[in-house]
């Protein structure tokens, strides 16, 4: 098996987020993609392989973080979707199919990718008790995010506080099913960007993940229908940092990116 390591939603090696990306022909069983994930031991592993000409897709796309599968994972479907087009296995918009249906990825001229996928619904909840603790920080709001993603939004009161968060990721955990996305509206918009998140998922082995796509798709209806904009950049402030335009169109959520292939070799056991 060919493996490569993919940087996602970043122009530059070794920042954004890497994922390891495997085009198969067939999916082995459960066990050997997990450990092969645990192995490659980044947020996402993800596997794929070609279907039947005709059908609703063109590959069937699978996402493992070290510790689980995941039912949608952004920034390892536009390493795959990079993966296909920089080496040719796939020209053109590919569409996969996934856990959460149909996602769609496109190339554009400047090298970036669009994926297209389901927006998260969100659901306002009172402030869990201890949460503040937890985190670090008292929030202003927080959301539930809807099966898809499954994690708890929480609204801070700006973009500072998010830099300085330094949460406790045991506690974290008790308080959605993967984890929790912390945000607050961007100090400067002149900087580029025009809000601000990290994402913490304990609950799937991830203690900070790097730049996630599918937070995107719960931070865009949450940020657009805030500043008046269907289309906006959030910045992932992590030690490794991304960005992530969004543009919201109803029930579904575009999200562009860069990726860079900075490793590639053999997977030999």
């Known amino acids: 098996m060919r493996i490569r390591i993919v940087d996602a939603f970043t122009d530059r090696a070794f920042a954004g987020n890497p994922a390891g990306v495997l085009l198969l022909d067939s999916f082995p069983d459960d066990d050997r993609l997990q450990k092969i994930a645990l192995e490659v031991n980044h947020a996402e592993t993800a596997f794929a392989h070609r279907l039947p000409e005709g059908g609703e897709a063109d590959w069937a796309l699978r996402w493992f973080t070290p510790a689980t599968e995941v039912a949608m994972c952004g920034h390892a479907t536009l390493a795959t979707a990079h993966v296909l087009h920089t080496t ?3 020209e053109g ?7 959460s249906g149909v996602l769609v990825a496109t190339p ?11 927006t998260a619904p969100l659901t306002a909840v009172e402030v869990p008790a201890g949460v503040a603790d937890a985190l670090g920080a008292e929030p202003l709001r927080t959301y539930d995010t809807g099966p898809n993603v499954g994690d708890l939004l929480v609204e801070l009161a700006d973009e500072k506080t998010v830099h300085a968060l330094s949460p406790d990721l045991r506690a974290l955990g008790a308080y959605s099913e993967r984890g929790i996305i912390a945000t607050a509206r961007a100090a400067d918009p002149a900087q580029g960007y025009d809000f601000v998140s990290r994402c913490f998922f304990p609950n799937v082995g991830i203690d900070e993940d790097p ?15 805030r500043l008046g904009s269907a289309v906006l950049t959030g910045l992932q402030a992590s030690r490794r940092s991304g960005r992530v335009r969004t543009e919201l169109r109803g029930d ?4 562009t990116g860069h990726a860079v292939t900075v490793i590639e070799g053999e997977l030999l056991a």
């Not at 001229?109 to 669009?114: L, R």
């Not at 579904?252 to 999200?255: D, H, I, V, W």
């Open 93 to 99: 918009t590919v569409r996969f199919a996934t856990r």
């Open 211 to 225: 730049v996630t796509g599918s937070a995107h798709t719960a931070l865009a209806p949450f940020w657009s229908e």
């Open 108 to 118: 554009r001229g400047d090298g970036s990718v669009t994926l297209d996928f389901p």
């Open 88 to 90: 040719g296995a796939h």
């Open 252 to 255: 579904r959520t575009l999200l």
